[in-house]
């Protein structure tokens, strides 16, 4: 995806940190301080052409700005179109916020491993999501019906605090309908006096899953890092083995590319080896999921 630091793609320097310019098609707003982002290269050719998994993350610029990690929402069974969901918390995202549709970003990316799709091959997939964790987590699950064929059951859990916090809640009300989906949606307490679905936390929800073959399943859970701890009980509780429990993490990045060091705990580069890590991988890195 990037270009060389002359911009000649004959040239043998690749910069790497070099974005590439794309244009905002859409946004709006999800919840009061998230936005959905609809970005696309302004060709057409290499708009289809654009490759990523699901779970893997884009350094998005806001041009003079800075730039910050965002996982992709979107899934790469769509071509040609990039979705970002993205929460207003500082001076990139503030910036990000008050662009318009048809105004330019600088895009650079894909990076990480991204959700391992040739081992969820004909297993079963539990997906667990808390608040902003369906921004990856949409990608895989889209992914997943998508091509339906190539999966067992699929169970979707999301909790959010409250209905109006529910990111997709449309998109995800609409799924509950699906005979090839089990979608189960909550929130902690329902201020609206019309929420149609459960309250109560996303463990809650997990009691659902006691059919379900431990041996054949994987679980990927994204969520508020207090989620982490009583979600993977639960899971174990259920018999899925440790292995077969992937989570995305984050951690603060500059590069996303393994070269500044700022998301290195212990041997770990959150950037190349995560963002998405198996339970197994980080059991004995407290720091990295509680
Ligand atoms: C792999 C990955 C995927 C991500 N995906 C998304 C996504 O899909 N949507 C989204 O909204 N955000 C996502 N984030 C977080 C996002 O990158 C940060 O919110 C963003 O960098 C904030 O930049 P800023 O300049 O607006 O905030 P700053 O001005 O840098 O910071 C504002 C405040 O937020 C805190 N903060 C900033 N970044 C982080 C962080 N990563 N962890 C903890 N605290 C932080 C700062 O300490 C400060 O208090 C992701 C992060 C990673 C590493
Ligand atoms: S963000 Fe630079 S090494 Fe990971």
């Excluded at 905002?24 to 999800?30: E, H, P």
């Excluded at 991204?114 to 997906?127: N, S, V, Y």
């Amino acid at each position: 995806m990037a270009a060389d630091a002359d911009g000649d793609s004959e040239g043998c320097y690749i910069n790497p940190y070099q974005p590439e310019m794309m244009r905002i098609v859409r946004r709006f707003n999800l919840t009061e301080d998230v936005k959905f982002f609809q970005i696309r290269p302004h060709d057409s050719m290499r708009a289809l052409a654009m490759r990523y998994n699901p779970g893997q993350f884009m350094m998005v610029s806001s041009l003079g700005v800075g730039e910050a990690p965002f996982s992709i929402s979107s899934t790469p069974s769509r071509p040609g179109l990039l979705e970002f969901c993205i929460r207003n918390v500082g001076q990139v995202t503030g910036s990000l916020f008050k662009l318009k549709e048809n105004d330019a970003v600088g895009v650079r990316g894909p990076y990480g491993n991204g959700f391992p799709l040739d081992k969820l091959k004909d297993r079963d997939l539990i997906i667990v999501v808390g608040g902003l964790g369906a921004a990856p987590l949409r990608s895989l699950l889209l992914y997943a019906l998508d091509n339906r064929d190539d999966f067992g059951e699929i169970y979707f859990l999301y909790g959010a605090k409250r209905p109006h916090e529910m990111l997709f809640r449309k998109e995800f009300m609409d799924m509950m309908q699906r005979d090839d989906l089990k979608t189960l949606l909550t929130v902690d307490s329902d201020d609206t006096g019309r929420w149609p679905g459960r309250t109560g936390f996303v463990t809650e929800l997990m009691k659902e899953l006691k059919g379900v073959d431990p041996r054949n399943a994987y679980a990927a859970i994204c969520g508020p890092p207090i989620m982490y701890k009583f979600v993977i009980q639960e899971l174990l509780r259920l018999k899925i083995p440790k292995h077969q429990i992937l989570m995305t993490l984050e951690r603060r990045m500059k590069c996303g590319i393994g070269k500044c060091g700022h998301c290195v705990v212990k041997h770990i580069y959150t950037c190349i080896d995560g963002p998405v890590f198996t339970y197994w991988d980080v059991i004995n890195m407290k720091e990295l999921i509680y």
